[in-house]
């Protein structure tokens, strides 16, 4: 199966204009987002998707880019106006803001969809605030492994006990935002319209279940670290430059 791993990056962010090129310990966010896509064994190759000349400029010394149009209205319309130009049997749309991203996790939602149209993957929630935020979405998963519902309340919901640590008395799991598609089922999927679930609780994702398409879920023990604010960078730049120290020290010592 031939998987292409394709990144959206727009530039225009409400909350952190230019994101993609902020410098997360001596390297633009997009750049490293790369980086960790390039270490997946299951991608045959890696596309940023952008409507921005600027980043453009980034990340064509790192990867192949792809120009798309500035109307997309989600990530996942961006990577597939790419998949509908590109030969390729499955895409792995990868978040441009999560810098850490494991390849391992990317290799595990690819390896999901030989047997699934879709997947993403998931982990386990081990705080009750973490399990309160509306920001932080859960999913709800089958004895076989499918996505069953995803949704920003605390789901299910415990009718007896759990008050105080409610994660102790079941097994919460919260969304990573990583998707796989095959191909054709992605193209498919952009021509759907908005549906009335993904409307209510804004999570894109539910287009895909209401719309009776499979979503294979892989559980990770990444608990998923994105940028979505300079204060978000600053935090990342201390953990990835500690990282990059440690690293250092290894390398010197081994």
Not at 49 to 60: G, H, M, S
Not at 90 to 99: K, L, M, S, V, Y
Not at 226 to 249: H, R
Request: aromatic fraction near 4%; proline fraction near 5%.
């Amino acid at each position: 199966m031939r998987v292409i791993g394709i990144i959206p990056a727009r530039y225009a962010s409400s909350r952190f204009p230019g994101k993609p090129l902020a410098l997360i310990a001596g390297k633009p966010l997009i750049q490293r987002v790369i980086e960790q896509c390039r270490g997946a064994k299951s991608l045959s190759e890696v596309i940023v998707a952008t409507d921005d000349q600027r980043i453009v400029e980034a990340a064509r010394r790192f990867c192949r880019v792809e120009m798309t149009s500035a109307r997309h209205a989600s990530g996942t319309d961006r990577a597939a106006e790419v998949a509908a130009k590109i030969s390729c049997d499955a895409i792995i749309n990868i978040q441009g803001d999560e810098p850490a991203i494991p390849p391992a996790v990317i290799d595990a939602v690819a390896g999901a969809l030989a047997g699934c149209e879709t997947a993403t993957a998931a982990a386990r929630i081990l705080d009750t605030a973490e399990l309160r935020n509306s920001n932080v979405v859960k999913v709800v998963v089958s004895a076989a492994g499918r996505a069953l519902y995803f949704s920003r309340l605390a789901i299910p919901h415990l009718r007896d006990g759990g008050e105080g640590e409610p994660w102790r008395a079941f097994p919460y799991l919260k969304h990573i935002g990583i998707y796989g598609y095959r191909r054709e089922t992605l193209l498919r999927l952009v021509q759907c319209p908005v549906s009335a679930l993904e409307k209510a609780e804004k999570l894109e994702q539910l287009r895909v279940l209401e719309n009776g398409i499979p979503m294979a879920v892989v559980q990770v023990e990444y608990a998923g670290v994105g940028v979505d604010t300079p204060e978000d960078a600053a935090k990342m730049e201390k953990i990835l430059g500690e990282s990059v120290v440690e690293q250092a020290v290894k390398e010197t010592f081994k």
